[in-house]
């Protein structure tokens, strides 16, 4: 008995992580000593870093544009983010209905969640170059990337609420002569909207970030852009800090409006 303990403390689940943590700790430490770093004095870099993070962070102010202009390419993004998770929510909703086995084929469900896994594989801004190949960098490729992105993710999730309805009410309405309409308005609704608001919120919160990764890789406009324009154009430090606050003050305020949401919704 004290063998098998023994022999499950030596190859256990935690024995194995702390080694595999250890090898890549020696591994990184193994990197950073050997790494050909050129001319470049390592301790001099780090050191300008320190320095260049004290300048964002410690003396952010605007320069290039006004506190109104700042606000007002936040709510465009803002907005960019709204309309994208509004439009593939409106897409998971129908798709999803079809993805869920308790109220759709089993083989038109199996290729329906096969296609989403394929769009959630692809990251989104994937996805927006290729809608850039026929509608061009800017605001409408970011649009259609990211609605289709978010539809894939919200199709799964929904899919998935959808199929935990109790198999009883169903069978209850379907041997009551209700329509496969009338099941998915009174039956699944009632019982998932609460979860598919969370959903849809907790995508809204990653489609604000999308967006604002957009405004700098595909010309979307927003707050991203102007991120863009101070680190590219301008090379103003303070101004990249002012824009950070300003991103995370928003991001925190979807986070805390997102759990006040779940728990109203959810309880």
């Given at each position: 008995?004290?063998?098998?303990?023994?022999?499950?403390g030596l190859?256990?689940?935690?024995?194995?992580?702390?080694?595999t943590?250890?090898?890549l700790?020696?591994?990184?430490?193994?990197g950073f000593?050997?790494?050909d770093?050129?001319e470049?004095?390592?301790?001099e870099?780090?050191?300008?870093?320190l320095?260049d993070?004290?300048?964002m962070?410690?003396?952010?102010?605007?320069?290039?544009?006004?506190?109104a202009?700042?606000?007002?390419?936040?709510?465009?993004?803002v907005?960019l983010?709204f309309?994208t998770?509004?439009?593939?929510a409106?897409?998971?909703?129908?798709?999803?209905l079809?993805?869920?086995r308790?109220?759709?084929?089993?083989?038109?469900?199996?290729?329906?969640?096969?296609l989403?896994?394929v769009i959630r594989?692809?990251?989104?801004?994937?996805?927006v170059?290729?809608?850039?190949?026929?509608?061009?960098?800017?605001a409408?490729?970011?649009?259609?990337?990211?609605?289709?992105?978010?539809a894939?993710?919200?199709i799964?999730?929904y899919s998935e609420?959808?199929?935990q309805?109790?198999?009883?009410v169903?069978?209850?309405?379907k041997?009551?002569g209700?329509?496969?309409?009338?099941i998915v308005f009174?039956?699944i609704?009632?019982?998932?909207?609460?979860?598919?608001?969370?959903?849809?919120?907790m995508?809204?919160?990653?489609?604000?970030?999308?967006?604002?990764?957009m405004?700098v890789?595909?010309?979307?406009?927003?707050?991203?852009?102007?991120?863009?324009?101070?680190?590219s154009?301008?090379f103003?430090?303070r101004?990249?800090g002012?824009?950070?606050?300003l991103?995370?003050a928003?991001a925190?305020?979807?986070?805390?409006?997102?759990?006040?949401i779940?728990?109203?919704v959810?309880g």
């Amino acid at each position: 008995m004290s063998r098998t303990t023994h022999s499950e403390g030596l190859l256990g689940p935690r024995a194995l992580t702390r080694a595999t943590l250890l090898g890549l700790f020696a591994l990184t430490l193994i990197g950073f000593f050997t790494f050909d770093y050129g001319e470049i004095d390592f301790l001099e870099a780090q050191l300008k870093m320190l320095g260049d993070l004290k300048t964002m962070f410690l003396e952010a102010r605007l320069a290039h544009f006004t506190f109104a202009h700042s606000l007002k390419q936040m709510l465009v993004t803002v907005g960019l983010a709204f309309l994208t998770t509004v439009i593939g929510a409106v897409w998971a909703f129908f798709f999803g209905l079809l993805a869920a086995r308790n109220l759709s084929n089993n083989i038109v469900a199996a290729i329906i969640k096969g296609l989403v896994a394929v769009i959630r594989a692809i990251p989104t801004v994937l996805w927006v170059l290729i809608f850039a190949v026929t509608a061009g960098l800017g605001a409408t490729a970011a649009v259609l990337g990211m609605a289709f992105h978010s539809a894939g993710y919200l199709i799964k999730a929904y899919s998935e609420s959808f199929e935990q309805m109790d198999p009883g009410v169903l069978e209850a309405l379907k041997s009551g002569g209700s329509s496969w309409w009338q099941i998915v308005f009174q039956g699944i609704l009632p019982s998932s909207w609460s979860y598919l608001i969370a959903w849809t919120f907790m995508r809204f919160e990653l489609n604000f970030t999308v967006a604002v990764a957009m405004g700098v890789a595909a010309g979307a406009g927003g707050i991203g852009f102007e991120m863009f324009m101070a680190n590219s154009m301008y090379f103003d430090l303070r101004e990249i800090g002012f824009i950070t606050y300003l991103i995370l003050a928003v991001a925190a305020t979807l986070e805390f409006s997102a759990e006040r949401i779940k728990k109203k919704v959810i309880g």
